[in-house]
């Protein structure tokens, strides 16, 4: 890991650990929604950057997986909140989650080649990695509304399979 990973990974930690601090069963189910729409919405961006930057036929075809994983699980999310009839709400760890992807972000577009390609995959892994803790330790046990746990649950297979798939990426790029 070096030493941008881990900035990334502690300040990702600290947001964690701040919302942790801030007492999770206080955290609205729509409030945890939102946060999870963002965290998708960054994934789909990081995918998009690569797709753009990137020759890596691998890297690629990992990218137009997230694009197409993240946007589903968020297709079915904001149908899930119209029908009951409700709105994510904002709040200060989907702010977070914002901000620290900005500096993702200026740091992807600057790399080229083989740099890049390998900072992508690295982000992917500890990204996907903080998101399923998160999601599997503190968002699913304080979810209320059976149908929004369920969603959230079924999301999380598929975002571990993300991190398997990451970690793979990471490996072979070495």
């Known amino acids: 890991m070096n030493l941008k ?3 990334f990974a502690v300040t990702l930690l600290l947001s964690f650990q701040a919302f942790a601090a801030d007492s999770p069963e206080d955290l609205s189910d729509l409030e945890i929604a939102h946060v999870a729409y963002v965290a998708d919405l960054i994934d789909i961006q990081y995918a998009h950057i690569a ?3 990137s020759t890596n036929p691998d890297v690629h075809e990992f990218a137009k997986t997230m694009i197409r994983d993240h946007e589903a699980v ?17 709040n200060f760890l989907s702010q977070s989650l914002q901000k620290g992807a900005k500096e993702i972000v200026d740091e992807l577009t ?3 080649g083989d740099e890049f390609d390998k900072r992508y995959a690295e982000n992917e892994l500890s990204y996907h990695k903080a998101v399923n803790d998160l999601v599997g330790n503190t968002f699913i046990p304080n979810i209320e509304n ?7 649950e079924a999301g999380l297979e598929i975002f571990k399979a993300h991190e398997k798939h990451a970690e793979m990426m990471v490996k072979k790029l070495q």
């Open 146 to 152: 059976p149908e929004v746990k369920k969603l959230f």
């Open 5 to 7: 990973q881990f900035a």
């Open 110 to 112: 600057s790399l080229r």
């Open 51 to 53: 797709l753009a930057l």
């Open 74 to 90: 968020n297709e079915q999310a904001l149908a899930l909140l119209e029908k009951l009839g409700a709105e994510a709400q904002d």
